[in-house]
């Protein structure tokens, strides 16, 4: 469901769109009337989140971009083409992200960490850093972007250093970038989840727990992310929500370890 031209609606760009998280908060906006951005590594997973979109008879419009995050070059032709076809950015959900390596730290080879960092790190970075540019310098000015943290941004998981690291320091960006965005209304904030019910938690069936036993773990209905994403993003940008966390009620967060 392409667009063109300029818009008046509130343009939004989701990475990750092509399945998860990102799909589901992608279908949420353009059920609020966005016009979306679908950007992520594969074309195909892109398509069939647009034709999802197109099915529920969603009022936005869409964009596929199909993009790595982790590549500079790729990143800035992707928010080119959204200025180009709808002249704005409102909202960023910075959401791509993969797993990375699993074992002890000694264990994790080299590349894989740098491989993990490349996307859960750098790439969110420079996704922010061009939707930043553009929020501080569009009319009407300002925008929000919305980092998706995860719980691992507070708590690890046993073998999972990496991820975990990233997550980390993904909160000190998003704390960094509301400061910076304070004077040219961009405000920064983050969602911490855990266990939606996509296929990246269907581990949980049988997760690995710190005492180095095994059990299942409830998980919840992705779309309720959907719902609180769009909802944060339709504040306007005089109300911050610096930090927001979401877990399935009964999973091992609080007292983890």
Same mark, same amino acid.
């Given at each position: ?94 959401? *791509?992200?993969?797993?990375?390596? =699993? +074992?002890?730290?000694? !264990?994790?080879?080299? /590349?894989?960490?740098?491989?993990? &960092?490349? $996307? ?44 975990? *690291?990233?997550?980390?320091?993904? =909160? +000190?960006?998003?704390? !960094?970038?509301?400061? /910076?965005?304070?004077?040219?209304? &961009?405000? $920064? ?69």
């Amino acid at each position: 469901m392409a667009g063109s031209g300029m818009t008046e609606r509130r343009v939004a760009v989701v990475t990750g769109a092509g399945s998860g998280i990102g799909r589901a908060v992608a279908h949420a906006l353009m059920s609020r009337g966005y016009a979306v951005a679908l950007l992520g590594r594969t074309a195909s997973s892109l398509e069939a989140t647009d034709s999802g979109v197109t099915d529920s008879g969603a009022s936005g419009s869409s964009l596929v971009v199909p993009t790595d995050v982790a590549d500079e070059a790729q990143v800035a032709s992707a928010f080119e083409a959204v200025l180009a076809t709808w002249g704005r950015v409102d909202v960023l959900f910075n959401n *791509a992200g993969i797993l990375g390596p =699993t +074992g002890a730290p000694d !264990s994790v080879g080299v /590349d894989a960490w740098r491989a993990t &960092v490349d $996307v859960n790190l750098t790439g969110a970075f420079l996704c922010a850093q061009r939707a930043f540019a553009i929020m501080r310098d569009q009319d009407p000015r300002g925008g929000r972007i919305i980092n998706n943290g995860s719980i691992s941004a507070h708590v690890p998981r046993p073998g999972a250093a990496a991820y975990t *690291a990233t997550k980390h320091a993904i =909160t +000190g960006l998003t704390k !960094s970038m509301a400061l /910076d965005g304070r004077e040219h209304r &961009v405000v $920064v904030g983050q969602i911490d989840i855990g266990n939606t019910a996509t296929e990246l938690t269907e581990m949980m069936s049988d997760a690995l727990q710190a005492d180095g036993t095994r059990r299942p773990e409830p998980r919840f209905d992705v779309a309720h992310v959907g719902a609180m994403v769009a909802s944060i993003a339709d504040l306007p940008l005089d109300v911050s929500v610096p930090s927001i966390t979401m877990i399935a009620t009964g999973m091992p967060f609080h007292g983890r370890g």
